[in-house]
């Protein structure tokens, strides 16, 4: 039996925990006659005779307004109460079993946690999905959150409607806008309420607000809301003067009009004349903060910059892995502007096997690149030579940045076997701290919005030249960026 979307636009699961002395069916009652579009009758606790006796009569209830009820779990009862369908979980009955119990008539939804289960569900007969949670919530404490992203990438699988769960309530429903959900399941959000009726109906109103807002991108006058912001995260090191690591990272995101998250791997003591100390993060505080950021907003791209030991490599390898990242730029930072060794010996075989495989680009100076290859780089030809040794590490692109060359400012695009030079002016400024930073930042920005990788490189050499030209002159030794010279005029000379 299919099942329309509008049948699934506010999904009302009961939980008379939070009704106190008020009754179920009255208030299932007053619940639909606010909006709510499907009922799902849930006890955890009742005999199977009693559940059969509540479920009859709220099955009542339904039939007088129309609206189709789901009995949680329990096939038998469904049956017998005639209800319209059955919901199970993936621990409960295999969906295609309760298809063969139920028939072809009654309805058959399944809960899913990622697009593997969502499609297994709909192999199996399932007319809709539940997934979640969402959001924080406090009916379950062992439960898997669904960002988002994730679940538009799940709604966008399969082919029969998805309602999303979990914490949801009147503050976050838009949250949910734009991720393809044919509407949202609520517990306490109606039935903690005093007044059902009253709250189903904002609940029903912005429901329907969400469910029509089907392309984030369509509302060009809501560009304030969060979730229609391009996301980029930084994970490197904390400069102290601003100029390069997390802070320049951070600007560089913010001057591409992106929401910049970051996880610190090291801090340093550091001006533009160099490194005076380092205190590494440990890699447990490294993976709690991945955890962090992944679990609540999904980034549309990474950049990594400074991790000086093996240890975190590998916990943000397996945590990019974890999360299924994706569009991620590892700038391997090896030696600072001031020639300020940055990254340890013991650290060069991690980056190499665990971090490097994931990259969708890789942007090594000339130094770096030399120590990734092993071989001597003086000319664009020995970039390219580079570049393929280096491709054997990773199936992403390599960028070797030529600004160490003399006379040129040539960098060389390596990847599917072929090399790409891009040529711009060489800025002769002396103030150079961060350019490495900022470039492989810009990178990930312009790769987070959809540009192919070519353009996303080009788009960035123009924004870092401009910062260049700017001019900016701060500090005794190699000074920073104005990484906001495109957003605004100002005097600083």
Known sequence: MRVNNEDMTLYAVTDRTWLGDRNLVDEVLKAIQGGVTCV??????????????????????????????????????????????????????????????????????????????????????????????????????????????????????????VIAIGGIEKSNILELSGTGVAGVALVSAIFASEDIEAEC?????????????????????????????????????????????IQADIKTITAHKMYAMSVITSLTAQNTTGVFAIQDATPEFVGAQLDAVFSDIMP???KIGMVSNAEIIRVIADKLTEYHAENIV??????????????????????????LPLATLITPNVPE???????????????????????????????????????????????????????????YNPNTHGTGCTLSSAIACNLADCNSLEDSVRNAKIYLTGALKDGLDLGNGSGPLNHMYNLAQVKHK
């Open 40 to 161: 799902q009758l849930r006890e955890k606790n009742l005999s199977e005779e009693e559940f059969l006796i509540e479920a009859i009569s709220i099955k009542k209830v339904c039939n007088e307004k129309s609206i189709p009820l789901i009995i949680n779990d329990n096939v038998d009862v469904a049956i017998k109460c005639g209800a319209d369908g059955v919901h199970v979980g993936q621990d409960d009955l295999n969906a295609g079993e309760v298809r063969s119990l139920i028939g072809d008539d009654m309805i058959l939804g399944v809960t899913a946690h990622n697009v593997e289960e969502a499609r297994a569900a709909e192999k199996h007969g399932a007319d809709y999905l539940g997934v979640g949670s969402v959001f924080n919530t406090s009916t379950k404490s062992d439960v898997v959150h669904i960002n988002p992203e994730i679940l538009k990438t799940i709604s966008s699988s399969v082919s029969i409607p």
């Open 201 to 245: 109906k904002e609940l029903r109103y912005l429901s329907e607000k969400m469910v029509s807002s089907k392309d984030k991108s369509d509302d060009h006058t809501n560009l304030c809301i969060a979730h229609d912001m391009k996301k980029v995260l930084t994970i490197a090191g904390s400069d102290s003067s601003g100029g390069a690591g």
């Open 300 to 302: 549309d791209s990474v």
């Open 330 to 355: 590892v700038d391997p930072v090896m030696v600072s502007t001031s020639e300020s060794k940055l990254l340890c010996d013991s650290a060069h075989k991690a980056l190499k096997e665990v971090l």
């Open 369 to 427: 690149a030399e120590s990734l290859s092993g071989i001597e780089i003086k000319t664009y030809d020995d970039m390219v030579r580079a570049a393929d040794i280096i491709s054997k590490l990773t199936d992403g692109a390599i960028l070797v940045k030529g600004g160490h060359l003399e006379n040129s400012s040539q960098d060389c695009l390596y990847y599917n076997g072929q090399a790409l030079r891009f040529s711009c002016e060489k800025v």
